[in-house]
């Protein structure tokens, strides 16, 4: 099923969820009414009524992903979600998604990132009372209905996803190498959720059922809806359908997660198959919650602004872009470019550490008001798509324990001052704080690249 790479270009972004006052002094108004509750099971539920278009998001969180494979056997999560889809006590094997289909769904699939493992499903209104009772049955009763003939062919079907989008994907090695070098080992976040043929291939129904029993329980999961319904009747039908199952058998493992601490500059070297070399900036920075998640937020994102148009005015770049991943464990920001024909990674490289200089040394910062809007305007189009808005009330509810977190992150906007951020690029943001990756276009290695020595 679709995975979600951890190092995805996705911006966190803010929202306000009453009246906001944006740089142009226009009001804005963000409706935010989730009401949040927890079954006897410990099941948590948050329910958001949205009523401007007949369909409903649902959104179904277990808070187990790649950073809980066991040791030995990298992307056992991402291979459990396979299974979640190949049958139950009441849908035939192979039938969960054209189940799905025939109630007129959209946007239905799984994922699994490095924290956690998302199924997900917008369905007609009329159609929710189904949809939760699908999502319930397999909660309760997909484990029982793993066999090895199922293990074996998703098995075949990770290996495929792999090659597809690691193996034989231009660069697709580049974010493997980067974890096992900004990693410590034995940190959970050192191997990529997605799994390798090798680490998969000894994985038993056991060790399917003991992941289970550890990880999949009502309480380690919560239930997101959003559209529209009327939330006593959703209340009524999810303590029928999620009411009877079983929380967690058996505690998660204890472990202790080693810091993330780059204290010099790394760099690694890959070489690659590909037409353009490629350089990537990567900094391990604080998780949401933490002093300096907001300030190296918008650090980042300002900084990459400013390499972006540096570096395509002085034609170092075919494209610039920068990524901000907010992580339980750690939080992964970058600013990635692909070179242009001709220019080096050491001049690209140079123009980044001479841009994050220079606005460390700044007064104030001139496009900070620019970056408020611009975030701004992507949350008033968000509400627009009842499954990002399903995910991103996951995100809130997990990290800050809050479904209605939008006003509180749109208030620390607010109060981000250009100070704050400046001292951003002298600490958290610094270069000695930065792995960087170069990658070498070299018509004899392979596609996805190899670690140069
Ligand atoms: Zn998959």
């Known amino acids: 099923m679709g995975l979600k790479i951890a190092w995805g270009a996705v911006a966190l972004s803010f929202a306000a969820c009453e009246p906001a006052r944006s740089p142009g002094g226009v009001r804005i108004s963000i409706p935010s009414n ?4 927890s079954l006897s099971n410990g099941l948590e539920v948050v329910l958001n009524e949205d009523h ?18 066991p040791v030995e056997h990298a992307g056992l999560a991402h291979l459990y979600e396979h299974l979640m889809f190949c049958g139950s006590a009441h849908v035939a094997r192979d039938d969960f998604l054209p189940t799905l289909d025939r109630l007129g769904a959209r946007a239905h699939n799984g994922t699994t990132t490095r924290d956690y ?70 940190h959970p976040y050192r191997h990529l959720p997605m799994g390798t043929p090798e680490t998969l291939r000894g994985v038993t129904l056991e060790d399917l059922h003991a992941f289970h029993d550890r990880y999949y329980g009502a309480d380690n999961a919560t239930l997101v809806l959003v559209g529209d319904f009327d939330s006593g009747v959703a209340r009524r039908l999810i303590e029928s359908y999620f009411g009877p199952a079983a929380p967690s058998k058996a505690p998660p493992p204890a472990r202790r997660v080693a810091a993330v601490t780059a204290s010099a500059t790394k760099r690694i070297r890959v070489n690659a198959a590909v037409p353009y070399g490629a350089v990537r900036v990567t900094w391990p920075l604080p998780v949401p919650g933490q002093p300096g998640f907001y300030e190296s937020w918008a650090g980042l994102t300002l900084a990459g602004w400013t390499v972006d148009s540096r570096a395509v005015e ?25 070179l242009a024909p001709g220019a080096s990674a050491d001049a690209f490289v140079e123009l980044v550490s001479d841009v994050i200089h220079a606005l460390s040394n700044a007064t104030r910062l001139t496009y900070l008001p620019d970056l408020r809007s611009s975030v701004i305007g992507a949350d008033v189009f968000l509400q627009e798509d009842l499954y990002a808005r399903a995910s991103r009330t996951q995100f809130y509810d997990e990290a800050y324990g809050d ?13 981000l001052e250009s100070s704050r951020v400046i001292d951003a690029y002298g600490s958290l943001l610094a270069m000695d704080r930065a792995l960087v990756t170069v990658v070498v276009a070299d018509p004899q290695a392979p596609l996805a690249g190899a670690e140069a020595p």
């Not at 989730?34 to 509750?37: D, P, S, V, W």
């Not at 007949?54 to 494979?69: E, M």
């Not at 090895?148 to 075949?156: G, P």
């Not at 002085?314 to 692909?338: D, H, N, Q």
Request: charged share 25%; no cysteine.
């Open 34 to 37: 989730a009401t949040k509750f």
């Open 52 to 69: 401007r278009a007949p369909f409903v998001a649902l959104n179904l969180r277990y808070h187990v992903g790649g950073k809980d494979d």
């Open 117 to 186: 493992t998302e199924y997900f499903e917008t369905v007609p209104a009329n159609a929710l009372d189904e949809a939760l009772w699908l999502e319930a049955d397999r909660m309760q009763t997909a484990v029982d209905h793993f066999d090895e003939a199922t293990l074996a062919r998703e098995k075949q079907i990770v290996d495929n996803e792999e090659k597809l989008k690691v193996e034989n994907s231009a660069l697709g090695n580049v974010s493997t190498f980067i974890a096992a070098a900004l990693y410590p080992p034995g």
């Open 314 to 338: 002085r034609k170092l770049a075919e494209s610039v872009s920068a990524s901000f991943a907010p992580g339980r464990l750690s939080t992964t920001g970058e600013i990635r470019a692909v």
């Open 403 to 415: 479904p209605n977190h939008v006003m509180p992150e749109l208030r620390a906007l607010d109060a």
